[in-house]
């Protein structure tokens, strides 16, 4: 077994019982206390908050670029490198074995797909460049876009618009975004009859909230491909893929999931997947894990994959967008009634995503208030894009509002210093 393109088992029971030891594994310092209520008011989050292992007085708010693993992924990812230094013949098939029967399904499950229909990726930018690559266009074809991409996405369409003489359109959109009414007018009115495909993201770097169902449709109804950005999404809420109804979808597992750093998944649906061919592709199995690097891969690291997706899973993906959405509210509320700040996130559910708030300050650049954040061991970023000079905070649910109020402490001694 070198890796995972052999056996397409999925193994329902074996995953059972990954998740069951895993949840087992969690239970000394356990997320939820027995008999806790399983709502999201009624979870202890400060004994979430105690599986981090981050410094003392730190504060990290900034997932959105690099997750940060909770102490049994730690574990898992380190017992697993060991395992790999002391026996590499056996801890390699044993990893193999352990991501083919029980980290792709469960990972599919977390999307709501087939384990047919996902592939194993470095990063959402390897996913979005063979999305870009490999769907089938001539010149003269046209793709949708939207003026918020991240150059992981956009870029190689850009550079398919030069090898291929394809024509990209990156439509203007407002920050932030108006209604769910106006992205759809937006874009509904630039399909012509030589569209082939649409591609925007579900959040954007910015955390711009797209009614992706509502697009997606739009597109099936025209017989255009959907594809889908989903690298600030999966993670930060309940994602689930059958129901957004998107032909391709890429993601980060690094930032939101909070698993190791260098795991993506590239989703394509069934139907569209003897169309799909991307540089990458091998003839072989009949399913997406055809789309998958080939070669050695780090198994330490997909394997602790698994284990990141049953950490959020045993908290709840329901309760951690609940939660997240409750902070990023609170954030927002906080920001809007500083005289000095300019809040620029929408405060509409429909309209901003739960984790990411943006924010300017005038007369403060966003680079120079994140150093100054980061000097004080504040970790945010800042968003100098989408004609934006702002500071960019993204609040997971370790977090606290203790830990909001501090960072505007904070922010507000910058201004004034
Ligand atoms: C919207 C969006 N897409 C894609 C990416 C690329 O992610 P990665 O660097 O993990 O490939 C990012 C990274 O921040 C992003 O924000």
Not at 97 to 112: M, N
Not at 135 to 159: F, M, N, Q, Y
Request: charged letters at 25%; proline letters at 6%.
């Amino acid at each position: 077994m070198v890796e995972d393109r052999g056996s397409a088992r999925t193994g329902r029971s074996s995953r059972r019982r990954f998740l069951e030891g895993t949840v087992a594994a969690l239970a000394g310092s356990s997320v939820l206390a027995e008999g806790e209520p399983r709502s999201d008011a009624g979870t202890d989050w400060s004994r979430v908050r105690k599986q981090f292992l981050l410094k003392p007085g730190a504060i990290y708010l900034n997932c959105a670029s690099i997750g940060v693993p909770p102490a049994p992924v730690v574990d898992a990812l380190s017992r697993n490198r060991r395992s790999m230094a002391v026996d590499p013949v056996g801890a390699k098939v044993r990893l193999s074995r352990r991501i083919i029967e029980q980290v792709r399904p469960s990972l599919a499950e977390f999307l709501g797909v087939d384990p047919r229909e996902v592939a194993f990726t470095q990063n959402a930018s390897q996913g979005l460049q063979s999305i870009a690559d490999g769907i089938p266009l001539k010149r003269g074809d046209e793709v949708l876009t939207t003026s918020h991409e991240h150059p992981a996405g956009i870029r190689p369409w850009r550079r398919r618009a030069q090898r291929d003489g394809i024509v990209v359109h990156e439509i203007p959109m407002p920050s932030p975004l108006p209604s769910k009414e106006e992205i759809l007018e937006r874009i509904g009115a630039r399909f012509t009859p030589r569209t082939r495909a649409l591609f925007f993201c579900q959040v954007t770097r910015g955390g711009l909230l797209n009614p992706v169902k509502e697009l997606c449709a739009l597109a099936r109804e025209r017989g255009v491909l959907s594809a889908v950005d989903g690298a600030q999404a999966v993670g930060m809420m309940p994602v689930d893929l059958r129901d957004l109804g998107c032909d391709f979808f890429a993601a980060s597992l690094h930032k939101w999931v909070l698993a190791p750093a260098g795991t993506g998944v590239l989703h394509v649906r069934r139907d569209v997947q003897n169309q799909f061919s991307p540089g990458l592709a091998l003839e072989e199995p009949a399913d997406a894990r055809r789309f998958q690097m080939p070669g050695t891969f780090g198994y330490s690291v997909r394997a602790g994959l698994g284990d990141a997706i049953a950490f959020l899973r045993n908290i709840g993906l329901e309760r951690i967008g609940a939660r997240n959405r409750r902070l990023s509210d609170y954030l927002k509320e906080k920001l809007a009634s500083l005289p000095s700040v300019r809040l620029i996130s929408s405060r509409s559910p429909g309209l901003s995503s739960p984790g990411i708030t943006i924010f300017e300050v005038p007369g403060h650049g966003g680079m120079e208030l994140r150093a100054g954040l980061q000097e004080r061991d504040i970790g945010v970023d800042d968003h100098v894009r989408d004609g934006h000079d702002a500071v960019r905070i993204a609040t997971h649910f370790f977090n606290t509002r203790a830990e909001i109020d501090r960072t505007l402490s904070v922010l507000q001694d910058l201004i004034r210093a």
